[in-house]
């Protein structure tokens, strides 16, 4: 009878597979965000990073065109300053105003797409050396970014700058000062 039983339990788990919802193991996640209470973020394809360089390649090459087309209508942004800029408009007209006073160029140095595991909202962290240059004399800052993708586009995006101190005069075998100096760079 045990084996009756058993072979019966065989049969119907094997008549019954589980779906594929079932056996895929749902991503866990890491991290937090005090606004939305329980949501952690796992990393993200890199079609995000992919949005993101293209959209800073089009800022590099003055495209101002092709940089509204990459961002949503409602754009949000916050300036290191603690300004913010809302919609295409007043960020086109920032942007020009930018280009013409400081000529800025940007480098990304690396970045890291991620995704919220709860709602699926996609961003991207990226690290920038931005470099201006007002009357003949080149300024370079460190840009960490903080950007959101939604629909393919830039939604929102979050600026934090820090100046790059002038390195220390360096004698031979004499350890790297900064983080791009540590990387070769």
């Excluded at 586009?153 to 983080?179: G, H, M, W």
Aim: with cysteine; proline share 6%; hydrophobic share 40%.
């Amino acid at each position: 009878m045990k084996k009756l039983i058993l072979i019966l339990a065989v049969i119907i788990t094997a008549c019954n597979p589980q779906t594929e919802k079932e056996t895929a193991s749902t991503p866990e996640g890491a991290g937090f965000f005090l606004p939305s209470p329980g949501e952690k973020y796992v990393v993200a394809t890199d079609a995000v990073t992919d949005i993101w360089m293209n959209y800073i390649n089009a800022h590099n090459k003055r495209d101002l065109d092709a940089i509204m087309k990459m961002e949503s209508d409602s754009i949000s942004i916050d300036a290191p300053d603690g300004s913010v800029i809302q919609g295409k408009e007043e960020h086109r007209a920032a942007l020009d105003a930018w280009f013409a006073a400081e000529n800025p160029m940007w480098e990304v140095y690396w970045a890291m797409p991620y995704k919220a595991v709860k709602n699926g909202a996609e961003w991207i962290i990226a690290g920038h050396q931005v470099t201006t240059t007002v009357d003949g004399k080149e300024k370079t800052e460190l840009h960490m970014i903080d950007g959101e993708i939604k629909d393919g586009k830039v939604k929102r995006f979050f600026v934090y700058s820090k100046d790059i101190p002038e390195p220390p005069k360096k004698e031979e075998n004499q350890p790297a000062t900064n983080l791009m100096e540590a990387a070769g760079q």
